[in-house]
């Protein structure tokens, strides 16, 4: 067999844990253990580039027999980790984006806040006497454009967003009643999200939410000294003692679905340990969440270079606590990694770095569809109107150019199919340009990602019950 091989260096990435070789398969995101003899074939390709399958048997003849060789070749040359000359399956298969299976929607229900958060990256956000509202009308034609557009989900969901969402809460009440009677005649189901403040939750809310069961989402950051930097009323106080006060209360009586703390992460601010502590440990959250700020429009808010990494490393750091716990076969409700450890074990292969613009469109107070909720009230065009549905040859054309990685970073980069290029309003923030690539987190990014196969690993190898009790329950979730 005298056909030249060759190592298809992008398909794969290695990552050593303990005595291990773990070989990341780029194109599928599938993780599995080099076996001895895998190993000592990808080390001769790397010795010497161009190979044939007699220089490998040769090399290998004293410990293998030529069937044994020929079998890993054969294998590693079908999974384009060796290439024949072929030519190498494309990655992804979509190449155009010309369908939008619309199964989410945010609404953003008041561009009005009650708080004056001194980070907050909405470009459409009031004060309180000067806030938007949506209409019922508007609501309602976002559901029955979304029904429209998309008719065959089995399960739809509505996202409620402000500003802060419960300074409309007669509004969300409207809607909760119309989509559950419209969508309920249709034989489908619905779940609705909100993510609040919480400054404004009563008892009587929290019976509703929970009557509704609501996944629940809520913005805090940490600490009363870290939470009030920043997190502050229109008249410039510091909000901890009661957003405190109200999670208290509506962890202690909300039963329906886990709540989550979003946290967000803004110059001065990296002690994820501590603000997880207390989050998780001191109030009670379900699951806590971070954010890191680097392209908000006022650049005094985000987090320096030296900053995102020690942001990075403490999330290690957290992530060997969770590491710890898992092998005690607890979850301490670390999302960022939580959510990671499931991409692995899903073997999870993006061609997009979310449902943005796919699954998920936003509608603005008056009814305009954005890309996401983020860009509610941003310069970039809208993709249609919940009145005449989306714009398809516009959104189209926007998704296409991300799916094309020709001549970026993303073509050969080893994380291509978990981040996908990442998200879009940062490149908007940082490079007025939502189709291009989040350059800056990359490097990080690539190391945050080999932190978590070797957490995967550990945890394989030392309590596989983690992963039946608390990963595989978030498939399809």
Not at 38 to 50: A, E, N, P, T
Not at 344 to 368: F, M, N
Not at 420 to 427: I, K, N, T
Not at 454 to 468: G, K, L, S, W
């Amino acid at each position: 067999m005298g056909t030249q091989l060759k190592l298809v260096d992008k398909n794969l990435h290695e990552v050593a844990v303990d005595a291990k070789r773990m070989l990341f398969h780029i194109p599928s995101s599938s993780l599995f253990q080099l076996d001895a003899l895998s190993g000592q074939v990808i080390d001769l390709f790397r010795q010497k580039s161009d190979l044939n399958y007699d220089y490998v048997q040769q090399q290998l003849k004293s410990q293998y027999s030529e069937e044994q060789v020929k079998e890993t070749l054969q294998e590693l040359v079908s999974m384009e980790i060796v290439s024949d000359g072929r030519p190498l399956t494309a990655e992804i298969a979509v190449k155009e984006v010309n369908t939008f299976p619309l199964n989410t929607i945010v609404l953003n229900v008041n561009t009005g806040c009650n708080l004056s958060c001194t980070y907050c990256y909405k470009e459409d956000l009031d004060k309180p006497s000067a806030g938007k509202k949506m209409s019922f009308e508007t609501g309602r034609n976002s559901i029955d454009m979304m029904l429209r557009e998309s008719p065959d989900e089995p399960r739809y969901n509505i996202v409620f967003f402000g500003g802060e969402p419960l300074s409309n809460l007669q509004l969300i009440k409207q809607l909760v009643a119309y989509a559950e009677e419209r969508l309920g005649s249709l034989g489908k189901s619905i779940d609705f999200t909100m993510t609040t403040n919480a400054t404004l939750l009563t008892e009587e809310i929290v019976e509703f939410l929970a009557a509704h069961r609501f996944g629940l989402s809520i913005s805090m950051d940490g600490p009363q000294a870290i939470h009030d930097r920043n997190r502050i009323t229109v008249g410039g106080q510091g909000t901890y003692a009661v957003v405190a006060r109200k999670a208290k209360m509506l962890l202690s009586r909300y039963r329906s679905r886990p709540v989550g703390a979003r946290v967000t992460l803004t110059r001065g601010t990296t002690d994820i340990v501590q603000i997880w502590d207390h989050l998780f440990n001191d109030l009670g959250f379900a699951e806590v969440g971070f954010a890191p700020v680097t392209s908000g429009d006022i650049s005094s808010y985000n987090l320096t270079e030296a900053e995102l990494v020690e942001v990075f490393t403490n999330m290690k750091k957290l992530g060997q606590q969770y590491l710890v716990a898992a092998l005690e076969n607890r979850n301490i409700g670390f999302s960022n990694m939580h959510q990671l450890i499931t991409d692995i074990y899903e073997g999870s292969k993006k061609a997009l770095p979310c449902g943005a613009g796919v699954a998920l469109l936003a509608v603005d107070h008056g009814g305009g569809l954005n890309l996401c909720h983020r860009f509610t009230g941003s310069d970039l065009e809208l993709f249609g109107t919940v009145e005449k549905g989306i714009d398809r040859e516009r959104l189209s054309g926007f998704l296409n150019q991300r799916l094309d990685r020709t001549n970026t970073g993303c073509s050969t980069c080893r994380i291509r199919n978990l981040c996908s290029g990442g998200c879009y309003h940062e490149s908007y923030a940082r490079y007025e340009d939502p189709s291009m690539p989040t350059y800056h987190y990359c490097d990080l990014m690539r190391d945050w990602v080999d932190f978590g196969i070797e957490v995967y690993t550990r945890i394989q190898a030392e309590n596989p019950a983690f992963i039946e009790n608390y990963i595989v329950p978030r498939k399809g979730h």
